[in-house]
């Protein structure tokens, strides 16, 4: 029995992966699927479940794998065994993040601004739509990593809050 | 009319192109930098390249677009959907040109484009239309008073419109004169020009519209409607024909109203007019779109009229067949179609845009299944552009057959590398409320606000598996390099059983027959 771990949308899942000759056995969490698996082409295979077959079809770049099945898209990372990436999630540490790759149209805050909640920070526009990045809670703008004009990733830093906490003078 | 420039791109730019080709016609595409490894580029029989990526470079640039007309040879010009296809200068310029315009004179675009004019104009064809601001109210100060005759909730609208862009839905007074600010960029962005209008909002009501074609002559007649209420961002998501929602007596009315108007209008070539219809199934006019839409195949599906050759036959200056009375038959409709719109967005996350790169691409097809794409798997979805990568339309005899049909086709579309809204569309066919036809402009908030993905048991179970069985051959092939172990013959850091090898069956210590 081997353990995989996979991190999805930013949520990491075990799975137990244990083989009986061409046949795997795959339990996660209070389930357990039996599936045989046969390798059509490069990125194809042929699942067998239950009494079905399904096609599955994978692709891999810059880390991340892709995998399809019956209606179903995955996009996730496999966790290396002993060298698993920190947390990942980063929502308390005041950072903010582009919600989409883009270009940011508008920087509305500078450094040392106070902002509240929900105050607009800056505009990321992608696909002619506007996203505003708005401040998750009050607090004093630390860094502005972007300027107008500039291209984006999904998920990049585009600015920094210190937090107020209760009782602080805003 | 020989050489057609194709002055859009993606999805709809392979269609004409596939029109043009089977009328004999040549085509020309003409491409942004982002769109350099696209599929259209490929399929036209010539190509110009547009030398940049923003949209008001390129897309957008009557300048550059004419330019690439004159280059290739081409006579005419198709404008697609979006971008300057509602653009009365465009079109002026390619006549002015001595080219051909498929859609609607200029001066007909202007009058129903522009939607306070459109309101006008309906008036006069004695068609009702919700209450909202006039003409002459354009400036902030001229709207934010219209506003308080016209009550909140109320919708603002970009005048040169469409596809949802510039338009915001405002509670409350105190929202207003931030989102015209945003509204105005948005409409300045996407259509070059930032006047808006200000509507009535309705709650919850059906988006129904009429498809026309009109020729020369003054001939006009309708091809049945189209539902379009589901939608998300004021973006048509779902569109189907018939409208599960539409009697045989509405039908007749909304298709009188929309011939009449496409009449008062002096209207040529494919036109669509829109409708909002109330529970009560009373019924206002909304605008017209003087251009092919982008749900433009359930009609054809229903109808069995080639809508893009229709608009080529008509701007070549055919006529539609009349009969004696001067009015034309349409096709009777035969069967239901329904379209779902495939983007690169995150349906669980506010829709927000996904570009990224095809790393694969399997698109379904067999009986009643129709794909419209723009897809190639090599190209990377821009950042730049529309998140509409593709549509699926679905044909069959009963409403019930084509969602079904819809669901199965949905999920054998296969997108890998760029996130998609194909499970999302999935859910939303095979929902029970879509089923029993309760297709309300409110029916994603209602029945999907809080959908965050089905699901993914065997796919994840299978995932895990491929995960383990490359891990094991990567010790493997690490451990004992150049021993013949790996079935990929490429030992290393990169070897990777499940994507570059030939058949064999997991599990097994090596290819089928191996171990005989």
Excluded at chain 1, 85 to 97: C, E, Q, Y
Excluded at chain 2, 212 to 223: I, N, R, S, Y
Excluded at chain 2, 247 to 273: C, D, F, K, P
């Amino acid at each position: 029995m081997s353990e995989v771990v996979l991190r999805a949308g930013g949520v990491a899942a075990r799975y137990e992966v244990s083989r009986d000759g061409d046949a795997w056995t795959v339990r996660v969490g209070p389930r357990t699927h039996r599936l045989r698996l046969t390798l059509l082409e490069s990125g194809v295979a042929l699942v067998e479940s239950d009494g079905r077959t399904h096609l599955l079809h994978a692709a891999a770049a810059g880390g991340r794998t892709f995998v399809h099945l019956d209606g179903v898209t995955l996009d996730f990372e496999p966790v290396r065994r002993g060298g698993e990436r920190g947390g990942g999630a980063t929502d308390d540490t005041g950072d903010l993040r582009a919600p989409m790759p883009g270009v940011v149209t508008q920087v509305l805050v500078r450094v040392g601004d106070t902002v509240r909640t929900g105050q607009p920070l800056l505009i990321v526009e992608a696909m002619k739509m506007e996203h505003v990045v708005r401040a998750g809670g009050p607090g004093v703008v630390r860094a502005v990593r972007v300027a107008a004009g500039d291209q984006v990733d999904g998920g990049a830093v585009v600015a920094e809050l210190a937090p107020v906490m209760p009782g602080d003078t805003p | 009319m020989r050489t057609v420039l194709v002055a859009n791109r993606g999805e709809i730019a392979v269609r004409v192109i596939g029109a043009c080709r089977e009328l004999g016609l040549r085509t020309v595409a003409v491409y942004a930098d982002p769109d350099r490894d696209a599929l259209y580029p490929r399929l036209a029989d010539d190509r110009v390249p547009l030398g940049a990526s923003d949209p008001l470079d390129t897309y957008l640039h009557v300048g550059r677009l004419l330019d690439a007309a004159r280059r290739s040879g081409a006579d005419t010009v198709h404008p697609g959907y979006g971008f300057l296809a509602e653009s009365a200068e465009f079109a002026a310029a390619v006549r002015e040109a001595g080219l051909v315009w498929v859609g609607p004179p200029a001066d007909v675009i202007a009058r129903v484009g522009d939607k306070t004019e459109a309101r006008r104009l309906a008036r006069r064809a004695g068609v009702p239309v919700v209450a909202g601001c006039d003409a002459e109210e354009t400036s902030d100060a001229d709207l934010t008073a219209a506003a308080g005759r016209i009550g909140f909730p109320l919708m603002i609208k970009a005048a040169a419109g469409g596809g949802g862009r510039g338009m915001r839905r405002v509670n409350e007074a105190s929202d207003l004169p931030g989102a015209l600010a945003s509204a105005r960029r948005e409409a300045r962005a996407a259509f070059g020009r930032d006047a808006l209008l200000l509507e009535r909002h309705l709650d919850e009501v059906h988006h129904v519209e009429v498809q026309v074609l009109a020729d020369a002559t003054g001939v006009a007649m309708a091809l049945g409607e189209r539902e379009c209420s589901v939608q998300r961002r004021h973006q048509k998501l779902i569109e189907e024909s018939p409208s599960p929602f539409v009697t045989a007596e509405l039908r007749s009315q909304l298709e009188r109203a929309a011939v009449a108007i496409a009449e008062t209008a002096g209207y040529v070539n494919a036109g669509t007019v829109e409708f909002l219809v109330d529970a009560d199934r009373r019924w206002y006019f909304l605008e017209v779109n003087a251009r092919l839409q982008v749900e433009h195949p359930v009609t054809e599906m229903v109808t069995g009229v080639d809508l893009v050759k229709a608009q080529l036959h008509l701007a070549a200056g055919d006529r539609l067949p009349a009969d004696g009375s001067g009015r034309s038959r349409a096709p009777r409709a035969r069967g239901h179609a329904i379209e779902c719109r495939v983007c690169a967005e995150d349906a669980a996350h506010g829709f927000r845009p996904t570009p990224g790169p095809i790393l694969a691409l399997v698109e379904p097809h067999g009986p009643g299944v129709r794909v419209d794409s723009g897809l190639r798997a090599g190209w990377r979805v821009p950042v730049e552009y529309d998140p509409m990568l593709a549509k699926v339309i679905a044909h069959a005899a009963t409403r019930e057959d084509a969602a079904t049909r819809m669901a199965d086709a949905l999920g054998r579309y296969v997108i890998l590398g760029c996130q998609t809204n194909l499970e999302f569309l999935r859910a939303v066919v095979r929902h029970d409320a879509f089923r029993d036809g309760e297709t309300t402009t409110r029916f994603l908030e209602r029945h999907f606000g809080a959908w965050t993905g089905e699901a993914d048991g065997l796919a994840a179970a299978a995932a895990a598996v491929l995960t383990q069985v490359r891990d094991a051959g990567t010790a493997e092939a690490t451990a004992a390099p150049g021993e013949g172990g790996s079935p990929a013959g490429s030992p290393g850091r990169d070897w990777d059983p499940w994507l570059r090898v030939g058949p064999w069956r997991m599990g097994m210590s090596g290819p089928p027959g191996a171990h005989e």
